[in-house]
């Protein structure tokens, strides 16, 4: 499956740390992950999004900008005929790039 210009609804899948992340997160980060998410559904390259390949340690994830400082990571991971994102990290540069 082609991403770019796809006009297929991405799957996308949570883990249980994204989901735990989630539920902590301020109202309005929630309503961010929530819009974000529906625009990567339809376009996971959309412009708004940011989307980009991380380097070590997160290499082979991707990052997708939720507000200026929050951040979604994913790993594409092909299943059958299509490709799922499942993502597992959520929160702002510090939380999730500290070294």
Known sequence: MR???????????FDAEFYRRYKKADVRIQKSVDERIRIFRKNPMDPQLNNHPLRKPYQGYRSIDLTADY???YKERPQEKEIIAYF???????QLYKK
Do not use: D, E, P
């Open 71 to 73: 951040r979604a990571i």
């Open 3 to 13: 991403l770019h210009g796809s006009t297929k609804i991405m799957k996308v899948y």
């Open 88 to 94: 597992t990290g959520l929160g702002n540069h510090k």
